[in-house]
C-alpha cells in the first residue's frame, strides 16, 4: 500500500472559534476578513470536533493538542464538540 504525503500548512491568518450549530466560519467575529473556509487548530486538550467541511458534509475529527486539522472547515458544530475543545483557531492559508 502506497502512503502519500502531504505539504505543510502555510497559515497566512488566524482567529478564534468559539464552536457553534448555526455559525459558520465567515460569521465569527474574528473573522474580519470574511474567509469562506478555514483550518481548525486545537490549542486544547486533544478532542472531538464536529465541522462540516467545504464540500458540505458534516464529520467527527479528532484533533489533538496543539494539532491542525488541514481539513477545510465551514463550520465548527457546538453540538457534537467535546467539552475540551474549548481552545480553537481557524487558520487561514494554502497547504
Request: glycine content about 12%.
Amino acid at each position: 500500500m502506497a502512503t502519500q504525503s502531504f505539504p505543510a500548512l502555510q497559515a497566512h491568518d488566524g482567529f478564534p472559534i468559539t464552536p457553534d450549530d448555526t455559525q459558520t466560519v465567515d460569521q465569527h467575529a474574528g473573522n474580519t476578513e470574511g474567509y469562506k473556509h478555514c483550518f481548525v487548530h486545537n490549542k486544547g486538550v486533544g478532542a472531538i470536533v464536529k465541522v462540516t467541511t467545504a464540500q458540505g458534509n458534516d464529520l467527527d475529527v479528532y484533533i489533538n493538542q496543539g494539532a491542525t486539522c488541514e481539513l477545510a472547515v465551514i463550520r465548527v458544530f457546538s453540538t457534537g464538540t467535546a467539552a475540551g475543545a474549548t481552545d480553537l483557531v481557524g487558520f487561514v492559508g494554502k497547504a
